[in-house]
T-cell receptor, first 112, second 113 residues
Framework: GAGVSQSPSNKVTEKGKDVELRCDPI?????LYWYRQRLGQGLEFLIY????????KSGLPSDRFSAERTGESVSTLTIQRTQQEDSAVYLC??????????FGPGTRLTVL | AQSVTQPDIHITVSEGASLELRCNYS??????LFWYVQSPGQGLQLLLK??????LVQGIKGFEAEFKRSQSSFNLRKPSVHWSDAAEYFC???????????FGGGTRVLVKP
């Protein structure tokens, strides 16, 4: 079946602009996660949605970062007033309730 | 707070040789442990996971890992490496199934012909 999809695959933007990254989870997966992978580093947790519960936003690095999810479908990660340190690969994952996370291919964000 | 350490940043191994990747975690209770592999330009693929039970876990692509509570380790092994195993490997821990993952820094594996 279809896996987790993310769009765009690559995004180049100028410092100070806003960007939106999209994640389409696997159908039926109740949980959705966003992670960030900076060059040469491991993955950092950003935010986690589980069904209709309040999201766990504990990993968001600043108030310029926000994310939304409608029900158990698509999620959008928004970064406002982008900075060069926001350059990274943003990975989305989804999982069935209390189960293994399956990752998408990521969006590579470059802030000039 | 939980943390994961992968002491080896790079490992070079000859094709056909055995491979062991180290992972140490810090967490107060019984952790949920994972190994993921990331091939160039690809997303992360789950190799194996440990939730409970038998401490020796078999995964895909001929990989296995052993949970050792006394050493706070979850090392990944493969008896005979193939060129296609060249990739970056990440160990991760969570405090419950479905909870957020904390990742180690990764180990990049190079395979020599």
């Amino acid at each position: 079946g279809a896996g987790v999809s993310q769009s765009p695959s690559n995004k180049v933007t100028e410092k100070g602009k806003d960007v939106e990254l999209r994640c389409d989870p696997i159908s039926g997966h109740t949980a959705l996660y966003w992670y960030r992978q900076r060059l040469g580093q491991g993955l950092e947790f950003l935010i986690y949605f589980q069904g209709n519960s309040a999201p766990d936003k504990s990993g968001l690095p600043s108030d310029r970062f926000s994310a939304e999810r409608t029900g158990e479908s698509v999620s959008t990660l928004t970064i406002q007033r982008t900075q060069q340190e926001d350059s990274a690969v943003y990975l989305c994952a989804s999982s069935p309730y209390q189960n293994t996370q399956y990752f998408g291919p990521g969006t590579r964000l470059t802030v000039l | 707070a939980q943390s994961v350490t992968q002491p080896d940043i790079h490992i070079t191994v000859s094709e056909g040789a055995s491979l062991e990747l180290r992972c140490n975690y810090s967490y107060g209770a019984t952790p949920y442990l994972f190994w993921y592999v990331q091939s160039p330009g690809q997303g992360l693929q789950l190799l194996l996971k440990y939730f409970s039970g038998d401490t020796l876990v078999q995964g895909i692509k001929g990989f296995e890992a052993e949970f050792k509570r006394s050493q706070s380790s979850f090392n990944l092994r493969k008896p005979s490496v193939h060129w296609s195993d060249a990739a970056e490997y990440f160990c991760a821990v969570s405090k419950a199934a479905g909870n957020k993952l904390t990742f180690g820094g990764g180990t990049r594996v190079l395979v020599k012909p």
